[in-house]
């Protein structure tokens, strides 16, 4: 699915968080949204989930049957897991529910969480309950992925799986994957394009390992001893 | 402290006496009180629901007079209740005064505000992220709804509890509406006041320390539906 986003504007109090006058994300791409803490990352995810409304602007979404919204699966920077079993959760998005289970195992198991399917969801710690909000998230199928820094508190194994099955998901059902990182090697590792945000505007654009040179060069301190591509550390 | 052990042997000797009056007191008691708050609660808990969980103009407004309500003296909602339902009152012909289901209308009043208001504070801690979760997932209207009371279930159940312990335990609407007729209306707070009128003390503590120990087995029964427990 196609998303363009036009004449953005978003503002909390006031204080104007979002501004995007331009934006389109391609069907079946990739994309990390990069930028420091309250840059706007999650605002903008919002937004385009239809959780928030802008105060101007608009959301526009092409191809693939019109069905829109109902083709969104979202997941938000601190997953809710609900009060009920792993397993249960996993389901609760699956239309059908007798006759998924074995959709919803596999999902579990995709994230490294099948142990635990009979537990209850609010015992997880941080980690496994972010892998859960993935696998129930990526388990959807949807044609648009929005996923807010969702690998932001695993281990690096899970970080792996969790990148897997998020490539897994845009390759199978050519959905359009966007999500946001602080991790400028996973936004090299995973995205066809990054987009670099601040103050709620776009600062930059395009190829993930040019913007994170350009980044580094800003940084050199900070970006010493980072990576970015495909066999770089999970760090 | 002669007197507490009196009127606590004098309780037990109450309870196992089956003294017929003693039970009807108890029953009329549990009967008006379960009532007024189931009836308070069917309306109550959506409606906290409603406020706690969505965003409406008037919402804020609302959740003020709900919570101003909350405190309501029981005596002003029987006032309320006596003159709708007096002889020449806009309900009078239904000849509802002086019984059990003047004393049960009027509860409802001073237990809705409770668990509508209670409610809809436990629904608003969590329905910010169960509804931005359910979204994400996109689950339609109905199944988000289950959802959310599902999340909330124990503190909702809190407040259906918290509003049946202030129905069993008031007097001052039980009593104007309900008038403590003896074999008709008189429930154990209307009972107590009239034995402590009479200077019957260990009846009275007696009858405190039943209500007590109802209150007491019931919580401990609720306490299976808590969290955590
Ligand atoms: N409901 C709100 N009310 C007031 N201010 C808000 C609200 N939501 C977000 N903000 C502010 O808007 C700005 C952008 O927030 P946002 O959550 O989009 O940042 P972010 O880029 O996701 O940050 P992080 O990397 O920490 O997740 C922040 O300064 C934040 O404080
Ligand atoms: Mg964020």
């Known amino acids: ?235 | 402290m002669e007197n507490i052990f009196l009127s606590l042997r004098e309780a037990w000797r109450l309870i196992v006496s089956f003294d017929n009056e003693i039970y009807g007191i108890i029953a009329l008691s549990l009967i008006v009180s379960v009532l007024s708050s189931a009836l308070a609660g069917i309306l109550g808990m959506p409606l906290g629901i409603l406020l706690g969980s969505r965003d409406f103009a008037g919402r804020r407004a609302i959740i003020r007079v709900v919570q101003t309500l909350m405190g309501l003296p029981p005596v002003v909602a029987g006032l309320m209740v006596y003159m709708l339902l007096s002889r020449k009152g806009p309900m009078g012909s239904l000849g509802l005064l002086f019984t059990p289901s003047a004393m049960i209308a009027a509860q409802v009043l001073i237990v809705l505000p409770v668990i509508t208001g209670l409610t809809a504070a436990a629904v608003k801690l969590k329905s910010q992220s169960v509804l931005e979760t359910c979204k994400g997932m996109g689950l339609g209207r109905l199944k988000t709804m289950l959802v959310l009371v599902h999340e909330c279930r124990y503190p909702v159940i809190s407040a259906f509890m918290a509003g049946y312990g202030r129905a069993i335990s008031e007097v001052g609407a039980v009593m104007l509406v309900g008038g403590n007729i003896q074999y008709e209306t008189r429930v154990m707070t209307t009972a107590i006041v009239l034995e402590t009128g009479k200077g019957n003390f260990e009846r009275a503590l007696a009858l405190g320390v039943i209500l007590l120990l109802l209150s007491f087995s019931i919580n401990w029964f609720m306490q299976r539906f808590q969290e955590d427990s």
Do not use: W
């Not at chain 1, 309250?38 to 092409?62: H, N, W």
């Not at chain 1, 505007?201 to 350009?214: A, C, H, N, V, Y």
């Open chain 1, 1 to 235: 699915m196609r998303v363009r986003l036009k004449n953005i504007k978003k503002a909390y109090k006031g204080r104007l968080v979002l501004n995007i006058e331009e934006l389109t994300f391609e069907s079946g791409m990739i994309y990390a949204i990069q930028g420091s803490n309250g840059s706007g990352k999650t605002t903008l995810l919002r937004i385009i989930a239809g959780i928030e409304a802008p105060d101007s602007g608009e959301v526009v979404f092409q191809g693939d049957d019109g069905a829109g919204r109902r083709q969104i699966a979202y997941m938000p920077q601190k997953p809710y897991i609900f009060d009920m079993t792993v397993m249960d959760n996993v389901l609760l998005g699956i239309r059908n529910m007798s006759c998924d289970s074995k959709l919803a195992l596999e999902a579990l198991r995709k994230v490294g969480m099948e142990s635990f399917m009979g537990q209850n969801g609010k015992k997880l710690s941080g980690g496994e309950a972010q892998r859960v909000a993935a696998a129930r998230t990526l388990v959807l199928g949807r044609k648009l992925v929005l996923l807010d820094e969702p690998a932001s508190s695993v281990d690096v194994c899970s970080m792996r799986l969790i990148e897997e099955y998020i490539r897994e998901a845009n390759r199978k059902s050519g959905a359009t994957v966007i999500f946001t990182t602080h991790n400028p090697s996973q936004a090299a590792r995973m995205a066809n394009e990054s987009i670099l945000i601040e103050n709620g505007t776009i600062k930059d654009k395009g190829e993930p390992s040019r913007l994170f040179k350009t980044l580094a060069d800003k940084e050199p301190k900070v970006y010493a001893g980072m990576r970015d591509g495909e066999d770089c550390l999970y760090a």
